[in-house]
């Protein structure tokens, strides 16, 4: 992946802010940006003291489910919608790359209705900081989820409709429980990417930092740099319990490296080495095979133990950020800067089983529900797209907004969905709840 963030969050909010839409929105809609200082926080919660959310009543009365008062301005949603379609212009690290697969992709039926919109949150802005990962959101139940807004993990709870800070990278971090682990700790990390399940926190740094911090517990229990190579970015964070019992985290890291970290001794337990960066890794859920993409149009089939490449994935025709494992543990998804996200079963590898393609751009983050039922998969901005995965991922529900997103994820229960979308002036969180048909209930009402 890019490895400087400088420009590239100029290349993310150059042409397709919210704030953008019309010279002549009031001052009491314009947000704020990344890059600005810290001191903005408060300019921003002055703002959202005028700003409120729009719940699923609301949605059914004809709201706008971001709180955009189009009747206000010069275009209309249709007409935005359209323009953001003709001139979003998707990062490519191969030159069209994302041109003559049409031909390959599956078509889908839209008109899905898997979830239901519930609730967007605009007290909380969901950021990002590169604009090519997007795992920063991530729910631990259906109340429940961990975000990143600027250099603090915020907690939502969908319950009581409130926020508290479990992290703050802001200033100067060290371990607690484990002080040897790195005793000089971090500063102004610069959060790349987030990983949350069950009690563990886990986030990556622009420099390899990595810091673990229980939710449960006071403090950061571990801390540790991945590598102090120049290109050190940690890209993706997973999260998993191995056969022992005790959890274990895999980092995906820019230096070409895939690190396998025991929580329960603190320390390194493998390291396997690639021959390019490596975006996002995934582990079979028989612990046995990871699925590794990253800065290469094949991706990679790889024994978790050894490391050994299994077998090559051919297709995608640009670097893939996005990977999955369906519970089955037979299939998996991968997602590429081709706009496409293709679905494997590893018993059969010479093609995919289906390329899914998405509207504007490359499909950066990839998430299944735990009982295997639906995919999620995410542009860059303004869609996210839920596929049935009963039906051979022939119909979808499109979900539509306005704005980057920052990650997308499921409760484990399935319930909820969660998107984060980062915007300067439009930022939040949306929740959706997972349809259910309760017309049993009709006859008794």
């Not at 979830?115 to 090519?132: A, D, G, K």
């Not at 991530?138 to 907690?155: E, F, G, N, P, R």
């Not at 980057?404 to 002036?425: A, H, K, M, N, Q």
Request: proline share 3%; hydrophobic share 30%; with cysteine.
């Amino acid at each position: 992946m890019s490895q400087y963030q400088g420009d590239e969050i100029d290349y993310m909010a150059d042409d397709y802010e919210m704030a953008d839409v019309d010279d002549d929105m009031d001052d009491e809609f314009r947000g704020r940006g990344m890059g600005d200082s810290e001191s903005d926080d408060d300019d921003y919660d002055q703002l959202n003291n005028k700003i409120t959310d729009t719940s699923a009543t609301q949605a059914r009365k004809g709201k706008d489910i971001q709180g955009i008062p189009w009747e206000r301005l010069s275009i209309t949603r249709e007409k935005y919608r359209q323009t953001r379609l003709e001139l979003y212009k998707n990062y490519e690290n191969i030159p069209q790359s994302g041109e003559g697969l049409e031909k390959e992709c599956k078509p889908t039926r839209k008109g899905g209705m898997y979830y239901e919109f519930q609730r967007n949150t605009r007290s909380v802005r969901s950021t990002i900081l590169h604009f090519q990962l997007r795992n920063l959101v991530w729910a631990t139940s259906k109340h429940d989820v961990y975000l990143m807004s600027l250099y603090s993990v915020i907690h939502w709870s969908a319950i009581n409709c409130n926020k508290s800070e479990v992290l703050n990278v802001s200033g100067h971090v060290t371990p607690c429980e484990h002080p040897g682990s790195l005793l000089e700790g971090f500063s102004q990390t610069q959060v790349s990417t987030l990983a949350v399940k069950d009690k563990l926190l886990v986030a990556g740094g622009f420099q390899g930092e990595l810091i673990c911090k229980y939710l449960d517990r006071p403090g950061v229990s571990f801390c540790t740099r991945t590598t102090y190579d120049d290109n050190a970015i940690t890209n993706a964070v997973e999260i998993y319990d191995s056969y022992s019992g005790a959890v274990h985290f895999l980092a995906s890291n820019n230096d070409c490296g895939v690190r396998d970290f025991d929580m329960e001794r603190f320390q390194l337990s493998k390291h396997f080495r690639f021959l390019w960066p490596v975006n996002h890794t995934s582990l079979s859920p028989d612990g046995k095979v990871l699925v590794i993409v990253g800065d290469d149009p094949e991706g990679l089939l790889v024994d978790s133990q050894s490391g050994k490449t299994i077998a090559n994935l051919v297709g995608h025709l640009d670097f893939s950020f996005a990977s999955a494992w369906h519970p089955d543990g037979r299939t998996f998804a991968t997602g590429n800067q081709d706009k496409t996200c293709r679905i494997w079963d590893a018993r059969n590898l010479s093609k995919s089983v289906a390329v899914l393609k998405g509207n504007l751009g490359a499909i950066r983050s990839i998430r299944f529900t735990s009982d295997g039922q639906f995919m999620a998969m995410a542009e860059p901005a303004d869609f996210v797209h839920v596929y049935d995965t009963r039906n051979g991922y022939d119909k979808q529900q499109e979900i539509d907004f306005f704005g980057e997103i920052s990650g997308v994820s499921f409760s484990p229960d399935t319930e909820s969905l969660f998107i984060g979308v980062w915007d300067r002036t439009y930022g939040s969180l949306l929740q959706y709840s997972r349809s259910r048909n309760y017309s049993y209930l009709d006859s008794l009402l």
